[in-house]
């Protein structure tokens, strides 16, 4: 595949990319859902029911986040030297809540499902910087009310952020990678679809195994995040050069 130097990547990542930097994915043997029931910690009626519960689920998962073992790894590095070295438009869209790709250096990064570093509040809407444990009884900066504030993060039944800007840039894209996810949660798993109705863009699948959506991707690469993405990101950047 020969993709212009001035084309238009848009990049999907999942839980897939993060698991070698020691956070867990959530459908494989280890993962998330082997350990917890969705129904439980990751819908609107789970937390109605049982905030309690629900903020602990989160509370552990930002308190992982802060160890300092938990690092980017190769995968998240060469995205971000992607974003800086391509000389077209690169644009991130993550379905993963950690910040990884930030740490890594990426800007141009959209959170679809959220940042497990944030907490808003549902009587204001304010969105806060959030490291520390959130409790039912935490208070809103923004308004003061307590009882309100949840982590920001979109849960089953809930709609992903960004949506219409991530349609636009889907349709207009030259080349999709879709990296360390599954393919099994729409609307995500529904990008590949998108890109290939719109008749434009390459689209190339990076994942340790093939996904549900195998079929749809023009190119596959399986193995490691940490190994095929930086392979792949060196063979794009090569190519740009030679032009
Ligand atoms: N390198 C690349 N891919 C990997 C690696 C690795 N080291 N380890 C695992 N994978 C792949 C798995 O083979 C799997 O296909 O990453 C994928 C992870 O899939 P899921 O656990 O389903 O995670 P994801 O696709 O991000 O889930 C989507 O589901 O529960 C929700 O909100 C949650 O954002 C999440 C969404």
Redesign the pocket.
């Known amino acids: 595949m020969k993709l212009h130097p001035e084309g238009k990547i848009v990049i999907l990542t ?4 993060s ?2 930097s020691g956070l867990n ?4 043997a280890d ?3 082997a350990q917890v029931r ?1 129904e439980d910690v ?1 819908t609107p009626e789970a937390f109605a029911r049982d905030p309690e519960g629900v903020q602990a689920f989160y509370n552990d998962r930002r308190a992982g986040l802060c160890d300092v073992a938990i690092k980017p790894n190769p ?1 998240h590095l060469a995205l971000a030297e992607l974003e800086r070295d391509w000389p077209g438009d690169v644009l991130l869209v993550t ?3 950690d910040d990884l790709h930030e740490r890594a250096g990426s800007h141009n990064l959209i959170h679809m ?1 959220g940042e497990l570093f944030k907490a808003r509040c549902e009587a204001c809407s304010a969105v806060h910087a959030w490291r520390d444990d959130l409790q039912v009884s935490s208070r809103c900066p923004a308004c003061g009310q307590s009882g309100g504030l949840r982590p920001h993060v ?1 849960w089953f039944g809930e709609m992903p952020f960004e949506m219409e800007r991530i349609a636009t840039e889907l349709e207009s894209c030259d080349l999709f990678l879709s ?7 729409y609307p ?1 798993a529904g990008f590949v679809q998108e890109v290939r109705m719109a008749g434009r863009g390459h689209t190339v699948e ?4 093939p ?1 549900e959506g195998r079929d749809l991707f023009h190119e596959h690469h399986h ?4 190994e ?1 993405v930086p392979a792949y990101v060196r063979s794009l950047l090569k190519g740009a050069a030679r032009r």
């Open positions: 999942g839980a897939g990319v698991r070698e994915t959530f459908r494989d993962g998330i859902w969705i990751a995968a379905q993963n809540i499902h979109v990296i360390g996810t599954s393919g099994s949660v995500a990076l994942n340790l195994e996904s193995g490691p995040a940490s095929v």
